[in-house]
């Protein structure tokens, strides 16, 4: 079955850095576009970062232009989020995701989230 493993969040102080890993399996990897959302206490699940299959094309959140960077490998089935210039309003928990359609239906599937705080 289609498995989302998060990894690399935590405390950071503002200014800094952090790299967001996320391992997929149960899919065919490259055949799907793969994005890093967010959320925060109250708060819906917002849009942080796309990427296509081929790593070719991607999109940001205005809030995270310039700052973050989402990319892939797929020979490893992983997609990465590195973040720059962290604030304290980049605080949350992040999720990877991707959408499959099953023939009749898009699904949304989610990794379980890594937090990050952002804070001095």
């Known amino acids: 079955q289609v498995q989302l493993v998060e990894s690399g969040g935590g405390l950071v102080q503002p200014g800094g850095s952090l790299r967001l890993s996320c391992a997929a399996s149960g899919f065919t990897f490259r055949a799907n576009a793969m994005s890093w959302y967010r959320q925060t206490s109250g708060k819906e699940r917002g849009l942080v970062a796309t990427?296509?299959?081929?790593?070719?094309?991607?999109i940001y959140a205005n809030s995270v232009k310039g700052r973050f960077t989402i990319s892939r490998d797929n020979a490893k089935n992983t997609v990465y989020l590195q973040m720059n210039s962290l604030k304290p309003e980049d605080t949350a928990v992040y999720y990877c995701s991707t959408k499959m359609f099953d023939g009749l239906r898009w699904i949304d599937y989610w990794g379980q989230g890594t937090p990050i705080t952002v804070s001095s």
């Open positions: 990427i296509t299959g081929d790593g070719g094309s991607t």
